[in-house]
């Protein structure tokens, strides 16, 4: 039997892996922690069975035929987490991209599905694989079908043979669906027969055999009240044994050639993968012959290489690209400039260009307009070169992002296909695998390189239109790009660290892992390799006898959310979490600031990312200053390492005080909302007051912090299920507070209705500033699919206009600094703060400075707030 299937139960693996993760999401906001461990399944299924036959079957509705024989079937199941729900659109996404056939059927559910395929394979002589977390399938399993169940998450499994099943269960596969019939099932809400469990029903079919024998010998049932119980309840063993039978004879359309399996494409797959967010992933793909894209015939393009910089090669309306060896172009290397107007296209040297006393009046001279990409990379790779480019009037990169801000590839080659300019190879196909590692001889770059500047030149015009149509110009000409050179000035400014002060740290964190080594140690009663799962796994559920919460193929899961469930249930364990989350700060932080800190100066250039999120938020790599752990005190103290400049100058923060919370207010409208920020209350006690029905002076603390929850969670339209996952409440209890939010605030749910209404009639929602962000499923006949792009309607234009506030903020900022003379810097964007090193004489000034433009940045129905704080160190800055 050379031929394998392998039948895939859709819902059980997604339902497994969804409540065996924590909740992931990605950079866009999806939630995808089910399908991540779906596709880590899926990846382990085609590498260890090597299938000539693949099929995922789905439940296709609610309502199926077995509740034309009991109502109630499935009845007591919880409504899917809508977390949940969204991610079943992308698992299907996900099987397109690795081209495996799903299918589901009206009326039938997945196990029909599965059943009817198998018999098919066995049929034709193949060997079968079904995979799935439902015990009902078990009466699949002969000889030629096996059936793998996962056991708790995903990864740990068991696979059932006929002689396993007899070994672990001590029945039969065809007596599978009598024991069912017997025990019941309370997940599927199957009745059978009250007070037998598995036990006495394995017990009883080994007597009799099936569950006609047992009836049809009733008198020889040892056991008055069991004899009672099998008498009572005949018809509901019946009828349960009629709803556990998976029918496989189903009327299915899909056959055998349909789930053929030849293998999947590893580009589509990888761009999904990135796409996901799935980086750890990546590495399991491997790309095969002949599937690199091919080769564009591309037009001839005439251009000079020059010699000599001269000035009738620009006009004053000229394209420009500046081509980087490096990602990181604070330290990158300048392989030459591309140059193009109506005269001509030029490849300019870097050595000459810089040298060239013209060409640094032509980039620094406002009234010559330049067209590039990246102004932000250009700003401070030429401010390297001592060269302040002005004269930026158009943007390549700001305008396609603002245009197509879903899309993931902003690079020229990808904006040029898109708008159908194909006269151009990606990067990889002029440089090799790992862009821009080794450079091509001159005559082959110079021409890629004035390509991309063509590129630019060309699709200006029509990018501009779209942004004329769009209503976004101003979006884009007001904020984006000028804030791209306030960006670009900070970056190359940088921030100051002290070297010496996280050396100092690392060296504090060595020795308190030292000492919580030690103690851990103690605590086990021996020594053994803490970091590692197996030595760990041996001590906490062997020697020391902890509940075993998961395992994995090797042994003990010790992963994260296993040590939290067992944080109280020894004093070891709170010593472990700790251990861990002081080991990754050494190893992300500390290291990992030493190795992007520049020596010589002494500083730090994180790079602010423009073009990234739907939501216009600003993040930061090289370091990422947004994810430092501050809610661990030894986090926070990584900030001590972030100085002045300057002796006698301090580090100061604004920090706009609950912007998201404001901008709902003045969004939604909302009579209450509104007013308890214009009177100054503090927002999360008067939403307690008004949730939990009680006065000012009865807030509790805890009652403040589940306001706080709610409050928050409903800007990123959180779910009872996420509610309760975040205060470790019931469901019940998170909906009960959602609700009386909304009957508190009635605003707030009003809007929500009507964002989604609007974003239904036009397929995108805006922000203050008219920022889209594209919903192409809220009109979506899949639940799935609508739910989530409404839960994005109702929460990206909160989002969305705060980050609009502060990039407002920032450049309204820097103009005054600028224009009042200033020493003070402005050094980072982090969430909602700006942090500046400001000389201790310009303290006052600063602060009323900071204050008037972060205050007044836009007019809202409620007051913006902005706290302040400084001292000599970011974190003294609190």
Do not use: C
């Amino acid at each position: 039997m050379s031929d394998k299937l392998v039948l895939i139960d859709g819902n059980s693996i997604l339902y497994r892996a969804f409540f065996a993760l924590p909740l992931l999401n990605n950079d866009k906001g999806v939630y995808t922690n089910a399908v991540y461990g779906f596709t880590t399944m899926l990846l382990k299924i085609l590498e260890e069975e090597k299938p000539s036959h693949v099929l995922v079957a789905f439940d296709a509705g609610k309502t199926t035929f077995r509740h034309k024989t009991y109502t109630e079937y499935k009845g007591g199941r919880q409504k899917t987490p809508p977390e949940l729900s969204e991610q079943f659109p992308l698992v299907k996404e996900l099987l397109g991209n690795f081209d495996i056939r799903h299918y589901e059927l009206d009326q039938y559910e997945a196990d029909d599905i599965i059943g009817t395929l198998s018999k098919v394979g066995e049929e034709k002589k193949m060997a079968v694989k079904v995979i799935s977390g439902d015990r009902d399938l078990l009466q699949l399993v002969d000889q030629q079908v096996d059936v793998t169940l996962t056991k708790k998450g995903i990864t740990n499994v068991e696979n059932y043979t006929p002689q396993f099943l007899e070994e672990k269960i001590g029945i039969r596969p065809d007596q599978v669906v009598d024991m069912k019939a017997l025990m019941g099932d309370s997940s599927d809400n199957i009745p059978g027969i009250p007070g037998i469990g598995e036990k006495t029903a394995v017990k009883l079919l080994k007597q009799f055999d099936t569950l006609d024998g047992i009836y049809e010998n009733l008198d020889q049932v040892s056991g008055k009240k069991l004899k009672e119980k099998l008498e009572n309840h005949k018809d509901d063993a019946f009828m349960s044994r009629e709803l556990a039978t998976i029918e496989r004879e189903s009327p299915i359309t899909v056959n055998l050639e349909d789930a053929t399996y030849e293998g999947y494409n590893s580009q589509k797959v990888l761009s999904f993968f990135k796409e996901l967010g799935f980086h750890s992933l990546l590495s399991r793909i491997e790309t095969k012959e002949g599937e690199e894209s091919e080769e564009a015939v591309l037009d001839e393009i005439e251009f000079t290489i020059v010699d000599e910089v001269s000035a009738d090669m620009f006009t004053g309306k000229d394209a420009i690209f500046l081509e980087m060896l490096e990602e990181h172009y604070y330290y990158g290397e300048i392989l030459g400039f591309g140059i193009v107007n109506e005269k001509g296209k030029y490849f300019i040297p870097v050595e000459l260009a810089i040298e060239s006393p013209l060409f640094k009046e032509w980039a620094e001279d406002e009234g010559k307009e330049k067209y590039l990409f990246d102004a932000k990379a250009v700003t401070v790779a030429l401010k390297k070169q001592g060269i302040d480019i002005r004269g930026i009037t158009f943007d390549l990169l700001l305008a396609s992002y603002i245009v197509n801000p879903a899309e993931n590839h902003h690079d020229v080659p990808s904006i040029s296909h898109r708008m159908n300019n194909r006269n151009m190879k990606y990067d990889e196909e002029v440089y090799g695998k790992g862009a821009k590692q080794s450079v091509p001889g001159i005559e082959v770059m110079a021409e890629h390189v004035v390509r991309k500047a063509d590129a630019v030149y060309q699709l200006k015009d029509t990018v501009i239109e779209q942004l004329d149509q769009n209503d976004q110009y101003h979006l884009y000409v007001d904020l984006e790009l000028p804030l791209a050179t306030v960006l670009g000035e900070m970056e190359y400014f940088g921030v100051q660290v002290d070297i010496d002060r996280i050396e100092e740290m690392g060296e504090e964190l060595k020795g308190r892992l030292k000492t919580l080594e030690e103690e851990i140690y103690e605590l086990a009663g021996e020594t053994f390799n803490i970091n590692s799962p197996k030595q760990l796994g041996v001590i906490l559920f062997e020697k020391l006898e902890l509940p075993v919460i998961k395992k994995t193929k090797t042994g003990y899961s010790t992963a994260a959310d296993v040590l939290e469930q067992l944080k109280d249930k020894h004093e070891i364990m709170p010593k472990l979490l700790l251990y861990r989350q002081l080991g990754k700060l050494q190893s992300t932080y500390i290291e990992g600031l030493l190795k992007v800190v520049d020596k010589e100066e002494g500083k730090i250039h994180t790079r602010f990312n423009q073009a990234l999120t739907q939501t216009g938020r600003l993040s930061s790599t090289d370091p990422n200053l947004q994810n430092i752990p501050i809610r661990l005190e030894e986090g926070r103290k990584i900030r001590q390492a972030f100085i002045p400049s300057k002796e006698d100058w301090v580090i100061f923060a604004g920090d706009y005080s609950q912007i998201e919370l404001r901008v709902l207010a003045h969004i939604a409208g909302d009579e209450k909302l509104v007013k308890a920020f214009k009177d100054g209350m503090d927002i999360h006690t008067k939403t307690a007051m008004d949730v939990f029905n009680v006065e000012h002076d009865e807030v509790t603390a805890n009652m403040r912090r589940h306001a706080k929850a709610v409050n928050f969670g409903i800007v990123y339209g959180i779910s009872d299920y996420g509610l309760s996952q975040s205060l470790g409440i019931t469901r019940k209890e998170a909906k009960q507070f959602i609700e009386k939010y909304f009957e508190s605030f009635p605003g707030v749910k009003e809007y929500m209705d009507e964002i989604v209404k609007e974003a239904k009639q036009n397929g995108y929602v805006t922000t203050l500033m008219n920022r889209r962000r594209y919903l192409p499923d809220i009109t979506a006949r899949n639940f799935n699919k609508r739910s989530f792009a409404e839960r994005t309607a109702m929460n990206t234009p909160i989002q969305g206009s705060a980050a609009d506030i502060i990039k407002k903020a920032m450049i309204d900022l820097a103009a005054r600094l600028e224009e009042e003379k200033f020493e003070a810097k402005l050094l980072l964007q982090v969430h909602d703060e700006l942090i500046l090193e400001v000389p201790k004489h310009e303290l006052e000034s600063i602060q009323k400075v900071v204050s008037e433009v972060m205050e007044n940045a836009v007019e809202l129905e409620v007051p913006l707030k902005v706290d302040f704080a400084y001292g000599s160190t970011w974190f003294d800055a609190k």
